[in-house]
């Protein structure tokens, strides 16, 4: 992280260069479509005009991928040709990882200090291991027959659709762009209205570091009307989504539709966080419990927002997690001081608000926090926020509200808390906190979630996938495993 103030910050902020037309064909595309403008939550600000993509700049970009897959040299390149390539786009995405940090800090109220220091990082070691991985995959040669000779071959899917969110606008469009084209596939990537200036900036930087025209396309515009044109494209043979459950169903709606297109989904989350009498130190437990909601705002799909503590432990638990949420600073998200920035919008804002609202109405106790804050600012941001006495049943305790709001659950025993964690219709992710190796083990089993963390959260790296259950979603991301979605096996047999 550089040793910048948040003056110099500031400074650096005016003076970046914000890319506002859309990346197609390897190009500037201003499109056709108008404009719309990207509003910063730090301050209420618009800091770009960006061109507002619709059916026909999709069409454009998709005809481009298209060309380059069908005609063009990346699925033809040699698999270590490609990971250079790739590495290549690391070492860039390094050398602009201030800039990069800024447009992700600018565009969706992220500090700058987790835009810097794990947006970016997450981002540039994506393209790095996916770039060093791509020639190290294998097809297969079964054992049959003496007269015959079986081959099990793996093949790029074609032209992939990628629409992502605007809480790590970066890291999870590297997710889905590093791995499809590594397999060889090219892309047409969709970020969100909210978050589109880092993306431009990669399209960019992914043309200088020798992606052919064409092999990574980046088209801004709205998901109702470029999201839905790229879903219900009939050129694109994959589609790769990250976002809401409800938007989920649109894709596979769209695939229908259309020309059933295969569609991975990355969806919500109301991940619980159980912390057992045996946890190995509570006050860390409690710590990270209070950090896995507050962190990026609670915008994250495995924010663990429900807190499962045996009621044994639930006074000393709930005290330190309220007492560092009382902590924590909320603030400017260009001063590296900062801890929770802003909301990513006043729409955003009202709806979590009306979650806090919903809460008190249905008798949960706020135990800290639910106000707006720093309205001064022009900002959107919000107090970090504890709820206790919440009810299973509670709205609270069910539907991803997707802030900083921490939903405290107290129970009995371990049946109690397995089954007010699986009491949810997602499956993204938990937590466990315990000292027992084998109960660690039969939980991790019975809890249905897709990544289980026992005495951490949030940790792991790319040689493990990610992924959700139930209606959390399908697929993978990161891992190998990420390149089973871009991928067709094809069975060649000889006969000798």
Known sequence: MPAATHDEWLR???ALVIPGAHHIDGADEPGGGGTFAVVSPGDGQAVAEVADGGPAEIDAAVAAARRAFDAGPWPRLAPAERGRILLRLAELLEAQRESLALAVSLEMGKPITDAYGIELRAAINTFRWYGQLADKLTDESPHTAPDALALVTREPAGVVGAVVPWNFPLTLASWKVAPALAAGCTVVLKPSENSPLSALLLGR??????????VLNVVNGRGPVAGRALGLHPDVDVLAFTGSTAVGRHFLHYAADSNLKRVWLELGGKSPNIVLPDAPDLDKAAATAAWGIFFNQGEMCTAPSRLLVHSSIAEQVTEAVVRRARELRVGDPLDPATEMGALVGEDHLTRVREHIGTGL???ARLLTGGSRILTDTGGSF??????DHVDPGMR???EEIFGPVLSILAFDD???AVRLANATEYGLAAGL????LSLAHKVSRALKAGTVWVNCYEEGDLTVPFGGMKQSGNGRDKSAHALEKYTELKTTWIQL
Do not use: C
Not at 205 to 214: C, M
């Open 361 to 363: 109405a249905a008798g």
């Open 382 to 387: 919000l107090e970090p926020t504890v709820f």
């Open 396 to 398: 609270l305790a069910r």
């Open 414 to 416: 371990l049946d109690e």
């Open 433 to 436: 906190w315990t000292s027992d």
């Open 12 to 14: 650096r902020a005016k």
């Open 205 to 214: 930087l992914a043309t200088e570091a020798g992606l052919p025209p064409g």
